[in-house]
Protein backbone atom coordinates (compact mmCIF):
# COMPACT_ATOMS: atom_id res chain seq x y z
CA UNK A 1 0.00 0.00 0.00
CA UNK A 2 1.14 3.45 -0.66
CA UNK A 3 0.86 5.46 2.76
CA UNK A 4 3.05 8.52 1.79
CA UNK A 5 4.87 10.33 -1.50
CA UNK A 6 6.88 13.57 -2.16
CA UNK A 7 8.39 15.19 -4.70
CA UNK A 8 10.43 18.08 -5.51
CA UNK A 9 12.43 19.62 -8.31
CA UNK A 10 10.23 17.66 -11.22
CA UNK A 11 8.61 18.95 -13.76
CA UNK A 12 5.84 21.56 -12.29
CA UNK A 13 6.75 20.64 -8.80
CA UNK A 14 9.59 23.35 -7.69
CA UNK A 15 9.45 23.21 -4.11
CA UNK A 16 8.81 19.87 -2.22
CA UNK A 17 5.18 18.83 -2.71
CA UNK A 18 3.78 15.96 0.18
CA UNK A 19 0.72 13.63 -0.76
CA UNK A 20 -0.18 11.36 2.42
CA UNK A 21 -3.01 8.40 2.22
CA UNK A 22 -2.83 8.47 6.32
CA UNK A 23 -6.48 8.89 7.53
CA UNK A 24 -7.06 11.75 9.66
CA UNK A 25 -9.46 11.26 13.13
CA UNK A 26 -12.76 11.42 10.31
CA UNK A 27 -15.11 9.12 11.60
CA UNK A 28 -16.61 8.67 7.95
CA UNK A 29 -16.44 5.57 5.89
CA UNK A 30 -14.15 4.45 8.92
CA UNK A 31 -15.04 0.60 7.82
CA UNK A 32 -12.77 0.89 4.78
CA UNK A 33 -9.42 2.32 6.18
CA UNK A 34 -7.09 -0.33 6.20
CA UNK A 35 -5.63 -0.73 10.00
CA UNK A 36 -1.83 -1.24 9.89
CA UNK A 37 -0.58 -2.56 13.28
CA UNK A 38 0.30 0.05 15.68
CA UNK A 39 -0.10 2.42 13.24
CA UNK A 40 -2.48 4.79 11.84
CA UNK A 41 -4.92 3.82 9.19
CA UNK A 42 -4.22 3.96 5.27
CA UNK A 43 -7.13 5.37 3.00
CA UNK A 44 -8.07 3.31 -0.02
CA UNK A 45 -8.90 5.72 -2.38
CA UNK A 46 -7.83 9.56 -3.14
CA UNK A 47 -9.20 12.11 -5.94
CA UNK A 48 -6.69 14.78 -6.74
CA UNK A 49 -8.47 18.21 -8.38
CA UNK A 50 -6.98 20.93 -10.14
CA UNK A 51 -7.32 23.48 -13.55
CA UNK A 52 -5.33 22.49 -16.77
CA UNK A 53 -2.06 22.58 -15.98
CA UNK A 54 -1.89 22.26 -12.56
CA UNK A 55 0.20 19.50 -11.60
CA UNK A 56 -2.64 16.70 -11.59
CA UNK A 57 -0.94 14.80 -14.54
CA UNK A 58 2.92 15.50 -13.38
CA UNK A 59 1.85 13.95 -9.94
CA UNK A 60 1.42 11.03 -11.52
CA UNK A 61 3.78 10.85 -13.89
CA UNK A 62 6.48 11.67 -10.84
CA UNK A 63 5.27 8.06 -9.51
CA UNK A 64 5.86 6.88 -13.06
CA UNK A 65 9.25 8.36 -13.47
CA UNK A 66 10.40 6.82 -9.94
CA UNK A 67 8.83 3.31 -11.07
CA UNK A 68 10.95 3.72 -14.31
CA UNK A 69 14.10 4.34 -12.24
CA UNK A 70 13.65 1.59 -9.67
CA UNK A 71 12.79 -0.81 -12.52
CA UNK A 72 14.96 0.24 -15.59
CA UNK A 73 17.81 -1.84 -16.82
CA UNK A 74 19.47 0.72 -18.75
CA UNK A 75 22.41 0.72 -21.12
CA UNK A 76 25.38 2.39 -19.74
CA UNK A 77 25.08 5.64 -21.14
CA UNK A 78 21.44 5.83 -21.12
CA UNK A 79 19.83 8.96 -19.87
CA UNK A 80 17.66 8.81 -16.53
CA UNK A 81 14.10 10.23 -17.60
CA UNK A 82 13.98 12.95 -15.16
CA UNK A 83 12.64 16.06 -16.07
CA UNK A 84 13.68 19.33 -13.69
CA UNK A 85 11.80 22.44 -13.29
CA UNK A 86 12.99 24.54 -16.20
CA UNK A 87 11.63 28.00 -14.95
CA UNK A 88 14.38 28.50 -12.50
CA UNK A 89 17.74 28.39 -13.92
CA UNK A 90 18.96 26.89 -10.52
CA UNK A 91 17.01 23.62 -10.63
CA UNK A 92 17.97 22.62 -13.88
CA UNK A 93 21.41 22.11 -11.90
CA UNK A 94 19.88 19.96 -9.15
CA UNK A 95 19.15 16.94 -9.27
CA UNK A 96 14.97 15.54 -8.62
CA UNK A 97 14.27 13.25 -5.65
CA UNK A 98 11.50 11.30 -5.37
CA UNK A 99 10.62 9.79 -1.52
CA UNK A 100 8.05 6.77 -0.97
CA UNK A 101 6.90 5.39 2.11
CA UNK A 102 4.87 1.71 1.13
CA UNK A 103 3.13 -0.81 3.59
CA UNK A 104 4.33 -4.56 1.89
CA UNK A 105 3.27 -7.49 4.01
CA UNK A 106 2.65 -5.47 7.09
CA UNK A 107 6.22 -4.50 7.13
CA UNK A 108 6.79 -0.43 6.03
CA UNK A 109 9.59 0.72 4.10
CA UNK A 110 10.85 4.17 3.04
CA UNK A 111 12.52 4.74 -0.39
CA UNK A 112 14.06 7.81 -1.42
CA UNK A 113 16.10 8.80 -4.70
CA UNK A 114 17.83 11.12 -6.15
CA UNK A 115 18.84 11.76 -10.01
CA UNK A 116 19.85 14.14 -12.64
CA UNK A 117 19.51 12.81 -16.21
CA UNK A 118 22.91 11.10 -15.72
CA UNK A 119 23.64 9.76 -12.57
CA UNK A 120 21.66 8.69 -9.45
CA UNK A 121 22.87 11.09 -6.70
CA UNK A 122 21.61 9.62 -3.64
CA UNK A 123 19.79 6.60 -3.26
CA UNK A 124 18.30 5.44 0.11
CA UNK A 125 16.27 2.49 1.91
CA UNK A 126 14.83 2.37 5.33
CA UNK A 127 12.41 0.29 7.35
CA UNK A 128 10.17 1.81 9.71
CA UNK A 129 9.76 0.72 12.82
CA UNK A 130 6.21 0.66 15.19
CA UNK A 131 7.86 3.47 16.82
CA UNK A 132 8.18 5.32 13.82
CA UNK A 133 12.15 5.43 13.86
CA UNK A 134 13.90 4.40 10.78
CA UNK A 135 15.77 0.89 10.40
CA UNK A 136 18.50 1.88 7.26
CA UNK A 137 19.07 -0.71 5.25
CA UNK A 138 21.25 1.04 2.80
CA UNK A 139 22.56 4.26 1.70
CA UNK A 140 23.94 5.17 -1.35
CA UNK A 141 26.10 8.94 -2.34
CA UNK A 142 27.30 8.93 -5.83
CA UNK A 143 29.15 6.21 -5.91
CA UNK A 144 29.68 4.90 -2.64
CA UNK A 145 27.25 2.55 -0.92
CA UNK A 146 27.17 1.85 2.86
CA UNK A 147 24.94 -1.68 3.53
CA UNK A 148 23.56 -1.84 7.25
CA UNK A 149 23.43 -5.77 7.28
CA UNK A 150 22.87 -5.73 10.98
CA UNK A 151 19.65 -4.39 10.03
CA UNK A 152 18.59 -6.61 7.21
CA UNK A 153 17.50 -9.33 9.39
CA UNK A 154 17.98 -13.07 8.11
CA UNK A 155 20.25 -13.30 5.50
CA UNK A 156 22.38 -15.55 4.39
CA UNK A 157 26.32 -15.68 4.84
CA UNK A 158 26.53 -15.59 0.87
CA UNK A 159 23.97 -13.13 0.78
CA UNK A 160 26.18 -10.71 3.19
CA UNK A 161 29.18 -11.34 1.10
CA UNK A 162 27.37 -10.51 -1.87
CA UNK A 163 25.55 -7.24 -1.05
CA UNK A 164 28.94 -6.13 0.72
CA UNK A 165 30.91 -6.98 -2.95
CA UNK A 166 28.08 -5.46 -4.52
CA UNK A 167 28.71 -2.08 -2.16
CA UNK A 168 32.26 -2.09 -2.51
CA UNK A 169 32.90 -2.64 -6.09
CA UNK A 170 32.07 -1.07 -9.29
CA UNK A 171 29.13 -2.99 -10.14
CA UNK A 172 25.99 -0.43 -9.83
CA UNK A 173 26.15 1.72 -12.49
CA UNK A 174 25.94 5.81 -12.14
CA UNK A 175 22.63 5.92 -13.76
CA UNK A 176 21.17 2.56 -12.28
CA UNK A 177 19.76 2.13 -8.89
CA UNK A 178 21.46 -0.05 -6.36
CA UNK A 179 17.81 -1.58 -5.86
CA UNK A 180 17.84 -2.77 -9.01
CA UNK A 181 21.66 -3.51 -9.06
CA UNK A 182 21.24 -6.27 -6.20
CA UNK A 183 18.43 -8.15 -8.53
CA UNK A 184 20.10 -8.48 -11.40
CA UNK A 185 23.06 -10.06 -8.63
CA UNK A 186 20.12 -12.77 -7.12
CA UNK A 187 20.05 -10.66 -3.90
CA UNK A 188 17.07 -11.09 -2.53
CA UNK A 189 16.59 -8.70 0.67
CA UNK A 190 15.66 -6.19 -0.99
CA UNK A 191 13.49 -8.16 -3.57
CA UNK A 192 9.95 -7.40 -1.96
CA UNK A 193 10.55 -3.40 -2.34
CA UNK A 194 11.43 -4.16 -6.22
CA UNK A 195 8.30 -6.37 -6.74
CA UNK A 196 6.09 -3.64 -5.20
CA UNK A 197 7.31 -1.52 -8.42
CA UNK A 198 6.67 -4.07 -10.63
CA UNK A 199 3.78 -5.75 -9.76
CA UNK A 200 1.94 -3.84 -7.61
CA UNK A 201 1.92 0.10 -8.49
CA UNK A 202 -0.24 0.22 -11.65
CA UNK A 203 -0.81 3.39 -13.72
CA UNK A 204 -3.05 3.79 -16.76
CA UNK A 205 -2.55 7.11 -18.44
CA UNK A 206 -5.45 9.21 -20.07
CA UNK A 207 -5.02 8.03 -23.32
CA UNK A 208 -4.84 4.26 -23.00
CA UNK A 209 -7.76 2.88 -23.98
CA UNK A 210 -7.99 -1.03 -23.98
CA UNK A 211 -5.68 -3.25 -23.92
CA UNK A 212 -6.99 -5.37 -21.89
CA UNK A 213 -5.81 -9.61 -21.66
CA UNK A 214 -6.49 -12.38 -23.68
CA UNK A 215 -8.52 -13.79 -20.46
CA UNK A 216 -11.41 -11.06 -20.62
CA UNK A 217 -11.85 -11.62 -24.36
CA UNK A 218 -11.95 -15.68 -24.07
CA UNK A 219 -15.31 -16.33 -23.73
CA UNK A 220 -14.86 -19.48 -20.98
CA UNK A 221 -13.17 -17.63 -18.53
CA UNK A 222 -14.73 -16.01 -15.83
CA UNK A 223 -12.62 -13.11 -16.25
CA UNK A 224 -14.95 -12.74 -19.63
CA UNK A 225 -18.50 -13.49 -17.72
CA UNK A 226 -17.50 -11.23 -14.83
CA UNK A 227 -16.44 -8.38 -17.39
CA UNK A 228 -19.60 -8.87 -19.22
CA UNK A 229 -21.79 -8.78 -16.28
CA UNK A 230 -20.55 -5.43 -15.07
CA UNK A 231 -20.21 -3.98 -18.80
CA UNK A 232 -23.98 -4.42 -19.15
CA UNK A 233 -24.69 -2.56 -16.37
CA UNK A 234 -23.61 0.29 -18.06
CA UNK A 235 -25.66 1.19 -20.86
CA UNK A 236 -23.10 1.17 -23.54
CA UNK A 237 -25.49 -1.01 -25.69
CA UNK A 238 -22.87 -3.58 -25.82
CA UNK A 239 -23.88 -6.96 -24.82
CA UNK A 240 -20.92 -8.51 -24.61
CA UNK A 241 -16.98 -8.67 -25.11
CA UNK A 242 -15.73 -11.63 -27.17
CA UNK A 243 -13.67 -12.63 -29.53
CA UNK A 244 -13.43 -13.51 -33.38
CA UNK A 245 -10.36 -15.49 -35.25
CA UNK A 246 -9.14 -13.77 -38.55
CA UNK A 247 -6.99 -14.11 -41.00
CA UNK A 248 -4.00 -11.51 -41.09
CA UNK A 249 -0.30 -11.38 -42.58
CA UNK A 250 1.44 -11.10 -39.53
CA UNK A 251 5.24 -9.16 -39.19
CA UNK A 252 8.12 -12.47 -38.95
CA UNK A 253 9.29 -11.03 -35.44
CA UNK A 254 5.77 -11.73 -33.73
CA UNK A 255 5.96 -15.58 -36.00
CA UNK A 256 9.28 -16.10 -34.16
CA UNK A 257 7.93 -14.94 -30.66
CA UNK A 258 4.73 -16.84 -30.84
CA UNK A 259 6.15 -19.93 -31.87
CA UNK A 260 8.83 -18.92 -29.03
CA UNK A 261 5.81 -19.37 -26.34
CA UNK A 262 4.64 -22.17 -24.58
CA UNK A 263 1.27 -23.59 -25.53
CA UNK A 264 -1.60 -21.99 -24.80
CA UNK A 265 0.26 -18.23 -24.35
CA UNK A 266 -0.44 -15.11 -26.09
CA UNK A 267 1.45 -11.86 -27.97
CA UNK A 268 -0.72 -9.20 -28.02
CA UNK A 269 -1.24 -6.99 -30.93
CA UNK A 270 -2.65 -3.39 -29.24
CA UNK A 271 -4.29 -0.79 -31.24
CA UNK A 272 -1.85 1.26 -31.96
CA UNK A 273 -0.30 -1.67 -34.26
CA UNK A 274 -3.48 -3.09 -35.61
CA UNK A 275 -4.97 -0.29 -37.42
CA UNK A 276 -7.34 0.58 -33.91
CA UNK A 277 -8.42 -3.10 -33.43
CA UNK A 278 -7.31 -5.35 -30.39
CA UNK A 279 -5.39 -8.65 -31.64
CA UNK A 280 -4.53 -11.60 -29.34
CA UNK A 281 -2.26 -14.24 -31.25
CA UNK A 282 -1.52 -17.44 -29.90
CA UNK A 283 -0.09 -20.63 -30.30
CA UNK A 284 -2.61 -23.79 -29.93
CA UNK A 285 -1.87 -27.49 -31.41
CA UNK A 286 1.30 -26.13 -32.71
CA UNK A 287 -0.88 -23.58 -35.01
CA UNK A 288 -0.56 -20.04 -34.77
CA UNK A 289 -4.63 -18.25 -34.29
CA UNK A 290 -4.71 -14.68 -34.14
CA UNK A 291 -7.91 -13.14 -32.40
CA UNK A 292 -9.79 -10.16 -32.66
CA UNK A 293 -11.14 -8.54 -29.35
CA UNK A 294 -14.95 -7.81 -30.84
CA UNK A 295 -18.15 -6.27 -28.89
CA UNK A 296 -21.61 -7.78 -29.66
CA UNK A 297 -24.55 -5.81 -29.75
CA UNK A 298 -28.01 -6.74 -30.36
CA UNK A 299 -30.45 -6.45 -33.38
CA UNK A 300 -33.65 -5.53 -33.48
CA UNK A 301 -34.79 -9.59 -33.99
CA UNK A 302 -32.59 -10.58 -31.22
CA UNK A 303 -29.82 -11.90 -33.03
CA UNK A 304 -26.11 -10.74 -31.98
CA UNK A 305 -24.10 -8.10 -34.63
CA UNK A 306 -20.19 -7.98 -33.37
CA UNK A 307 -17.86 -5.49 -34.24
CA UNK A 308 -13.94 -4.41 -34.28
CA UNK A 309 -13.71 -2.59 -30.78
CA UNK A 310 -12.08 0.20 -33.24
CA UNK A 311 -15.67 0.84 -34.01
CA UNK A 312 -16.76 1.28 -30.62
CA UNK A 313 -17.67 5.22 -29.18
CA UNK A 314 -14.34 6.66 -26.93
CA UNK A 315 -16.20 6.74 -24.00
CA UNK A 316 -17.03 2.58 -24.42
CA UNK A 317 -13.40 1.89 -25.38
CA UNK A 318 -12.30 3.86 -22.01
CA UNK A 319 -14.91 1.75 -19.99
CA UNK A 320 -13.53 -1.57 -21.59
CA UNK A 321 -9.95 -0.65 -20.78
CA UNK A 322 -10.23 0.55 -17.35
CA UNK A 323 -12.70 -2.64 -16.17
CA UNK A 324 -9.93 -5.14 -15.95
CA UNK A 325 -8.14 -2.87 -13.72
CA UNK A 326 -11.01 -1.95 -11.16
CA UNK A 327 -11.75 -5.66 -11.21
CA UNK A 328 -8.29 -6.66 -10.29
CA UNK A 329 -8.59 -3.98 -7.44
CA UNK A 330 -12.14 -5.37 -6.25
CA UNK A 331 -10.83 -8.59 -5.94
CA UNK A 332 -10.17 -9.79 -1.76
CA UNK A 333 -7.15 -10.48 -2.24
CA UNK A 334 -5.48 -7.72 -3.94
CA UNK A 335 -2.83 -5.16 -3.27
CA UNK A 336 -3.00 -3.41 -6.35
CA UNK A 337 -2.73 0.44 -6.13
CA UNK A 338 -4.02 1.84 -8.93
CA UNK A 339 -3.64 5.24 -10.13
CA UNK A 340 -5.70 7.09 -13.19
CA UNK A 341 -4.68 10.12 -14.84
CA UNK A 342 -8.06 11.88 -15.92
CA UNK A 343 -10.42 9.28 -15.00
CA UNK A 344 -13.61 10.75 -16.34
CA UNK A 345 -12.20 11.27 -19.92
CA UNK A 346 -14.47 10.56 -22.26
CA UNK A 347 -16.81 8.81 -19.38
CA UNK A 348 -20.56 10.55 -17.98
CA UNK A 349 -19.96 11.46 -14.41
CA UNK A 350 -22.88 8.80 -13.31
CA UNK A 351 -20.79 6.30 -15.14
CA UNK A 352 -17.10 7.17 -13.31
CA UNK A 353 -19.31 7.28 -9.97
CA UNK A 354 -20.93 3.76 -10.69
CA UNK A 355 -17.25 2.80 -11.30
CA UNK A 356 -16.11 4.52 -7.84
CA UNK A 357 -18.57 3.01 -5.88
CA UNK A 358 -18.25 -0.23 -7.08
CA UNK A 359 -14.57 -0.52 -5.35
CA UNK A 360 -15.67 1.37 -2.40
CA UNK A 361 -18.43 -1.24 -2.18
CA UNK A 362 -15.75 -3.96 -2.12
CA UNK A 363 -13.46 -1.87 0.50
CA UNK A 364 -13.47 -3.27 3.80
CA UNK A 365 -10.53 -2.68 6.91
CA UNK A 366 -9.12 -5.54 5.27
CA UNK A 367 -8.46 -4.19 2.09
CA UNK A 368 -4.97 -3.81 0.75
CA UNK A 369 -5.86 -2.33 -2.99
CA UNK A 370 -5.61 1.50 -3.44
CA UNK A 371 -7.26 3.67 -6.25
CA UNK A 372 -6.11 7.60 -6.87
CA UNK A 373 -7.52 9.54 -9.60
CA UNK A 374 -7.19 12.56 -11.21
CA UNK A 375 -10.53 14.33 -11.81
CA UNK A 376 -11.88 17.17 -13.79
CA UNK A 377 -15.43 16.47 -12.32
CA UNK A 378 -17.17 18.40 -9.37
CA UNK A 379 -20.30 16.41 -9.01
CA UNK A 380 -17.83 14.08 -7.33
CA UNK A 381 -17.53 16.24 -4.20
CA UNK A 382 -21.59 16.88 -3.89
CA UNK A 383 -22.24 12.65 -3.73
CA UNK A 384 -21.15 12.17 -0.56
CA UNK A 385 -18.50 9.70 -2.03
CA UNK A 386 -15.30 10.89 -0.64
CA UNK A 387 -14.03 11.13 3.29
CA UNK A 388 -12.29 14.92 3.09
CA UNK A 389 -8.83 13.20 3.76
CA UNK A 390 -9.19 11.76 0.11
CA UNK A 391 -9.52 14.69 -1.32
CA UNK A 392 -6.25 17.15 -3.04
CA UNK A 393 -5.59 19.86 -4.88
CA UNK A 394 -2.99 21.13 -7.01
CA UNK A 395 -2.50 25.02 -7.80
CA UNK A 396 0.22 26.54 -10.38
CA UNK A 397 1.64 29.13 -8.50
CA UNK A 398 2.58 32.56 -9.99
CA UNK A 399 6.11 31.40 -10.40
CA UNK A 400 4.31 28.60 -12.74
CA UNK A 401 5.42 25.89 -10.16
CA UNK A 402 2.78 23.61 -8.75
CA UNK A 403 1.69 22.94 -4.96
CA UNK A 404 -0.36 20.45 -3.76
CA UNK A 405 -2.49 20.32 -0.41
CA UNK A 406 -5.42 18.49 1.13
CA UNK A 407 -9.00 19.35 1.49
CA UNK A 408 -8.58 18.89 5.31
CA UNK A 409 -6.54 22.28 5.01
CA UNK A 410 -10.22 23.80 4.53
CA UNK A 411 -12.90 24.09 7.45
CA UNK A 412 -15.86 22.21 6.76
CA UNK A 413 -19.13 23.57 6.44
CA UNK A 414 -20.87 20.73 4.23
CA UNK A 415 -20.78 22.47 1.10
CA UNK A 416 -17.34 21.28 -0.66
CA UNK A 417 -18.69 21.22 -4.24
CA UNK A 418 -20.24 24.59 -4.23
CA UNK A 419 -16.75 25.95 -2.43
CA UNK A 420 -14.51 24.17 -4.68
CA UNK A 421 -16.89 25.57 -8.03
CA UNK A 422 -16.48 29.22 -5.91
CA UNK A 423 -12.73 28.91 -6.29
CA UNK A 424 -12.31 28.85 -2.30
CA UNK A 425 -10.08 26.04 -2.31
CA UNK A 426 -7.90 27.19 -5.41
CA UNK A 427 -7.25 24.12 -7.61
CA UNK A 428 -9.53 25.93 -10.86
CA UNK A 429 -8.25 27.48 -13.52
CA UNK A 430 -8.08 31.26 -13.53
CA UNK A 431 -9.94 31.95 -16.59
CA UNK A 432 -10.81 35.37 -18.26
CA UNK A 433 -14.26 35.80 -18.42
CA UNK A 434 -15.98 37.71 -21.58
CA UNK A 435 -19.15 40.12 -21.80
CA UNK A 436 -21.69 39.62 -24.80
CA UNK A 437 -23.05 42.84 -25.83
CA UNK A 438 -26.53 42.63 -26.96
Same mark, same amino acid.
Given at each position: ?? &?????? /??????????????????????????????????????????????????????????????????????? &????????? /? *????????????????????????????????? *??????????????????????? #????????? %?? /??????????????????????????? +?? /??????????????? #???????????????? %????????? +? #?????????? !???? %????? %?????????????????? @????????????????????????????????? $????????????????????????????????????????? #?????????? $????????? *??????????????????? $??????????????????????? !? @? $?????????????????????? @????????????????
Amino acid at each position: ML &IEFSVE /NYKSFKEKVEFSMIATNENRYSGRVFALPENSGILQIASIYGGNASGKSNFISALKTLQAIVLGNSMPQAA &IAVDPFRLD /N *ECLKKESTFDIKISINDKIYRYVVSATNFKIVG *EKLVQICSDDSEKELYERNGSEV #LIKTENIGE %IA /NEQEDLLNFLAKSKAVRDNQTFLRTTL +EF /NVKSFLPVWNWFRSS #LSIIDPNINYQIGREF %IDESSDANK +E #LNRILQSFDT !GISR %IGSEQ %IDIQLPSNVVEQVYNLPE @GRSVTLFPTFANGDLIHIMREGGKIIPKKAVSF $HTKSDGEEAFFGLANESDGSKRVIGLLPAFMDIMSSNSNKV #LLIDEVDRSL $HTDLVSSLI *ERYLSCCSKKTKSQLIVTT $HNPLLLGQDIFRRDEVWFTERGP !G @G $HSDMFSLCSFEDNGEDMKNYLQ @GRFGGIPNVMRFILEE
